[in-house]
């Protein structure tokens, strides 16, 4: 079992930039590839980013490139998504997730441990 809680989440204007943190309890995080997804009224859940055990691979929605950036302190157990130039478009609830089963890295098949989330919402 892990258990997930997410933070940093807020209201920010376009432009601006929120650190979103994800701790975890009841297991290591270096045994596990963990993943950023969001959620937006009316759209489905997808994956903006994620980092393997190691940290050495990472996957990035392309709506996210060259503005988030996800790592990890396994010694903290703690994953990190970093969210810069934020956009309208990025308000969502932020979700951390802790892929268990053998999917692709982006694929929300692979993930069956989640948090309760953290909104966040950029202003025009």
């Known amino acids: 079992q892990v258990q997930l809680v997410e933070s940093g989440g807020g209201l920010v204007q376009a432009g601006e930039a929120l650190r979103l943190s994800c701790a975890a309890s009841?297991?290591?995080?270096?045994?596990?590839?963990m993943g950023w997804f969001r959620q937006a009224p009316g759209k489905e859940r997808e994956c903006v980013a994620a980092i393997s055990r190691s940290g050495g691979i990472t996957y990035y929605a392309d709506s996210v490139k060259g503005r988030f950036t996800i790592s990890r302190d396994n010694a903290k157990n703690t994953v990190y998504l970093e969210m810069r130039s934020l956009k309208p478009e990025d308000t969502a609830l932020y979700y951390c997730?802790?892929?268990?089963?053998?999917?692709?890295?982006?694929?929300?098949?692979?993930?069956?441990?989640w948090g309760q989330g953290t909104q966040v919402t950029v202003s025009s």
């Open positions: 009841g297991r290591s995080l270096s045994t596990i590839t």
């Open positions: 997730a802790a892929r268990t089963s053998l999917y692709a890295i982006a694929d929300i098949r692979g993930y069956d441990y």
